[in-house]
């Protein structure tokens, strides 16, 4: 899906602080399109920002229109945002999260990054001591008037590799710990799945087949144990019941009395993922 960035509205002044004001200005837009689309959506997620999704045959000089047009919502909707989420910045691409809290493990691993010759492939190291070295390509000497865009070095290649460099650590790490805390909350629901696969999900923390197979996302690294425990067995309930219905809910309930509270916590913990890993 081919995408273009657009500057922001003209006209408009940007608040203090970092908090959307009334007048401030919206941030720049990434113009995806689709095949698949034949309408245009206009979302805002905490990793990519402002993206506005059309047809393949959409005509983009009517882009600043429709952002105008939507000027409120976007203002009110971030605002909602950074309040949710400390470090959701629409206006700058993700940064390297220079440390992985990993509290299902009680783990922390610093993250230090090099960069390196265009002509070495990038690499993710393990180290002793909880340390990760990420090795990434140079990036030609960045344009200044880009400097307060992005840190120099980061290029959106060197951040996607790092988004799946990370995730692929990510998935080393739960392979070993998240089916063991399945497979237990299982034998304390009595409740069965036929497997357990490792993924790293962009909107589900897990998922159930019609099979009883259960998918959990790799990013549950990053919740207190507790709450890791509690998709798990949100998701063996699925395995008597895949929608959710008052049957499902009724069965979580029975097997969770707490179901309110963790939902909130679960709610609330979704911040503990950085954004780049969002």
């Not at 009110?76 to 509290?103: G, H």
């Not at 492939?121 to 400097?147: F, K, V, Y």
């Not at 509690?230 to 069965?251: A, D, M, R, V």
Request: charged letters at 25%.
């Amino acid at each position: 899906m081919p995408a273009k960035q657009y500057d922001p509205l003209p006209g408009l002044r940007g608040g203090k602080n970092g908090h959307t004001e009334r007048n401030s200005t919206i941030p720049p837009c990434t113009l995806r399109t689709s095949s698949r689309k034949n309408r245009v959506t206009l979302t805002i997620t905490r990793r990519d920002g402002l993206v506005l999704v059309a047809p393949e045959y959409f005509d983009t000089s009517g882009v600043p229109k429709i952002l105008e047009r939507r000027t409120e919502w976007i203002l009110r909707t971030i605002a909602a945002m950074q309040a949710k989420y400390p470090d959701f910045d629409p206006w700058n691409p993700p940064t390297i999260p220079p440390l992985l809290d990993l509290r299902c493990l009680d783990e922390q691993w610093q993250v230090d990054t090099v960069f390196q010759s265009a002509q070495k492939n990038p690499a993710l190291r393990i180290n002793a001591g909880h340390r990760l070295l990420l090795r990434l390509q140079e990036q030609p000497d960045n344009d200044q008037s880009d400097a307060d865009q992005k840190p120099i070095g980061l290029t959106d290649a060197n951040l996607e590799t790092t988004r799946s460099l990370l995730n692929r650590f990510l998935v080393r790490k739960a392979k070993p710990i998240l089916p063991d805390i399945l497979a237990e909350a299982a034998r304390e629901t009595s409740l069965h799945f036929s497997r357990c696969q490792i993924r790293t999900q962009s909107t589900r923390w897990g998922s159930c087949s019609a099979r009883g197979g259960i998918s959990l996302n790799a990013k549950l690294l990053f919740m207190p144990r507790r709450l890791v425990r509690y998709i798990c067995i949100h998701e063996l309930c699925h395995t008597q019941q895949l929608n959710h219905g008052p049957k499902f809910h009724k069965l979580v309930r029975q097997m969770l009395p707490e179901v309110d509270t963790l939902e909130k916590e679960l709610h609330s913990a979704e911040a503990l993922v950085p954004r780049l890993l969002a």
